[in-house]
């Protein structure tokens, strides 16, 4: 079990304008800051280079195992959405928001975006992927993935957009967003150990791909990539031997 005080940079990476008041050297996806070089740019990034449990990955060859359901009890979002430079990201302050798996409960702290997917299925690549990313009372996290397609709009999606200042680091208030019907339906997932995706890549994150993905209409994906500037997406790592189960 680690202790809150390992985790409070994760935490702090991962969180939009806190990020930017005390992170680490800068970071990006395009020239001398690609994900390649991640783990030359700082001391503090090394595990970008050498974890042996990190993240994305394609998830290929499932072991079927009897886990527990996934209970999303997400409700009603309440904080903020924000432009961070890296990605948009909604910083979610309602304690009702959480999840729980083999009954450990995990609160919602924020989600956010790539484009294109960074975990694969099967070798495949989604246009989007979601990140909903979730801490337990241990300051353990756990990061659920949703990949997103095109086809029929997304109500949610296009209210979050319509709320979003382009601007970066310019945060919008949000209050009561209710998110239940971004979601698929089913809660089929892919379940494995893995890292952060953006530098610290710190490592003991558990991640839980949902099988289902969800839909976006072509101009609500052209309208998030229009804010990323370029593609958000760290290459897939290597799997070195870890395991992936599905239910
Ligand atoms: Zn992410």
Redesign the pocket.
């Known amino acids: 079990m680690k202790k809150l005080i390992k985790t409070l940079p994760i935490l702090m990476a991962c969180t939009g304008i806190m990020a930017s008041a005390i992170a680490g050297p800068h970071w990006g996806y395009e020239g001398k800051e690609t994900p390649e070089n991640w783990g030359k740019l700082s001391p503090e990034y090394q595990m970008c280079d050498l974890g042996k449990n990190q993240s994305p990955v394609n998830i290929t060859g499932p072991i079927h195992a009897e886990v527990n359901n996934l209970d999303i009890h997400y409700d009603l979002i309440s904080g903020t959405i924000i432009n961070n430079g890296h990605?948009v990201q909604i910083n979610d302050k309602n304690a009702n928001d959480y999840l729980t798996v083999d009954g450990e409960q995990f609160k919602l702290t924020q989600f956010?975006f790539?484009a294109p997917s960074?975990n694969q299925i099967n070798g495949k690549t989604y246009p989007m992927?979601a990140?909903f990313?979730n801490q337990n009372k241990d300051g353990e996290l756990l990061?659920m993935a949703v990949m997103l397609e095109e086809g029929k709009s997304n109500p949610i999606a296009a209210q979050l957009l319509s709320l979003l200042n382009d601007k970066e680091n310019t945060p919008t208030n949000i209050n009561g967003i209710d998110i239940r019907t971004f979601l698929p339906e089913v809660s089929d997932y892919y379940r494995f150990s893995g890292s952060?995706?953006?530098p610290p890549c710190s490592e003991g994150v558990t991640w839980i791909v949902l099988k289902q993905p969800i839909t976006l209409s072509k101009s609500e994906i052209t309208k998030f990539k229009s804010v990323f500037k370029h593609h958000n997406n760290r290459p897939v790592q290597p799997l070195h031997g870890r395991l992936i189960i599905s239910n």
Request: no cysteine; aromatic share 0%.
């Open positions: 990605t956010h790539h960074e992927e990140h990313v990061v952060l995706t953006t």
